[in-house]
C-alpha cells in the first residue's frame, strides 16, 4: 500500500530561493525534520539520487531514504519517494 502527496504552500521569498533549497540536497537540512548522513551520488537533485537521512519521532529514531524520481527546472518541481525504517528504540 502506498500513499501519494503533493505538497504545496504560499511562501513570500524570490522563487530562485526556493528552489535553491530543493534542488541542492546539501541544504535539505535547514528545511526538513531529519539530518542528512550521504547523498548519492553527490550534486544537484537528479533522477536516480538517493538521500540516506534518519530522524526522531514518537520516540524512535527512523532511518529515512529519498529516492529523487524526477526534476522539472523549468516548472521548479521535484519528484521523490521516501522510504521509512525504525532502527532504534529511545
Given amino acids: 500500500m502506498g500513499l501519494t502527496i ?3 504552500t504560499v511562501v513570500a521569498a524570490p522563487v ?3 528552489w535553491e533549497l530543493l534542488s ?3 541544504l535539505y537540512d535547514e528545511w526538513w525534520d531529519a539530518h542528512t548522513e550521504r547523498i548519492v551520488p553527490e550534486g544537484k ?3 536516480g539520487q538517493v538521500l540516506h ?6 520516540g524512535r529514531r527512523w532511518k529515512v531514504a ?3 524520481e524526477a526534476v522539472k527546472p523549468e516548472k521548479h518541481q ?4 521516501t522510504l ?3 532502527v532504534c528504540g529511545f
Fill in 24 to 26: 541542492e540536497p546539501t
Fill in 6 to 8: 503533493c505538497p504545496a
Fill in 53 to 58: 537521512a534518519h530522524t526522531r519521532a514518537l
Fill in 78 to 81: 521535484i519528484q521523490a519517494t
Fill in 45 to 47: 537533485a537528479s533522477p
Fill in 16 to 18: 530562485e530561493s526556493v
Fill in 84 to 86: 521509512w525504517q525504525s
Fill in 66 to 68: 529519498l529516492r529523487i
